[in-house]
């Protein structure tokens, strides 16, 4: 198995408004697809007919409803899940289903009988009836951000990168604040949190921001902001001058007094960018 994709991020369901918007899809669906196509012969059940047949139909899908707003609102809530990891999360579908499917054996089954073999034969149809609605409100969650996702680059593509604004997010994705890139100077690793150093006016300010340069490093690499030390990144059109003492190299950045060190596995990348324009000092 692979674990690195297991441990990939699942973002689908982050917003609160996607997992409403999840929530009605499946009680719609849910509530439609059983009365119009009454699938596995579940109108032959139990012998109603008319309007109590179709609220008992109908009542299956609010089960499934209900389930769902339980798990994506008061569970995440009790176990602090904020966010998932592509393991996390099937774990996660696998406690829904066995919820509805003891909810279904209390509701409509006799759960002092054969209960395993009533929970298993809920579990199937659980399984079959869910993941259609479930898997296709989440197609339709992810073109819905896929389609803000291209409209946010086109209009990146529309301005200047210099006078483009970078969300600074945390490590739970969520924006804490934004700065225009050639304002950015520095990035500095303190712990769990990163020091940010721009240029306000005339005046060089700190933000602070609980991430990690790793998590950042990919996400600035296409504005020019690139890693050179362990515990530093820094916008590479704000170099002053590039210092080498033996083997190592220190970087001068504009409006800030302090070098900063490059680390040996960043030299090459830094070297290569110096010019004749660049002052570079042996």
Not at 98 to 127: A, Q
Not at 137 to 159: C, G
Not at 171 to 177: A, I, L, N, R, S
């Amino acid at each position: 198995m692979n674990w690195d994709f297991a441990h990939q991020k699942f973002t689908l369901l982050d917003q609160k408004s996607d997992r409403y918007f999840m929530i009605l899809v499946c009680l719609v669906f849910g509530v439609l697809f059983i009365n119009v196509f009454v699938p596995f012969n579940i109108n032959r059940w139990y012998s109603d007919s008319g309007l109590i047949q179709f609220l008992r139909l109908s009542s299956y899908g609010f089960v499934v409803s209900l389930v769902l707003l339980f798990t994506q609102f008061p569970l995440r809530k009790l176990f602090n899940v904020k966010s998932f990891t592509l393991k996390t999360y099937s774990f996660w579908v696998v406690i829904e289903i066995l919820l509805m499917s003891l909810v279904y054996i209390f509701l409509y089954g006799n759960p002092l009988g054969n209960f395993m073999n009533d929970f298993i034969f809920s579990i199937k149809y659980t399984l079959l009836g869910i993941c259609v609605p479930y898997s296709f409100a989440l197609l339709i969650i992810y073109y819905r951000k896929q389609q803000v996702k291209i409209r946010t680059m086109s209009d990146q593509m529309q301005t200047p990168i210099q006078n483009q604004l970078i969300a600074f997010k945390d490590e739970y994705g969520k924006v804490k604040f934004s700065l225009a890139l050639e304002d950015i100077l520095l990035l500095e690793s303190t712990d769990n949190y990163v020091t940010v150093y721009f240029k306000a006016g005339e005046k060089t300010e700190r933000q602070l921001l609980r991430n990690s340069l790793k998590k950042l490093e990919h996400t600035f690499s296409d504005y020019g902001i690139a890693r050179c030390h362990r515990s530093f990144m820094i916008n590479l059109a704000k170099i002053e001058m590039i210092r080498k003492q033996g083997k190592k190299l220190q970087l001068k950045l504009k409006n800030l007094e302090r070098e900063i060190p490059v680390s040996e596995k960043y030299s090459p990348q830094i070297e290569a960018i110096s010019s004749p324009e660049l002052p570079f000092h042996p």
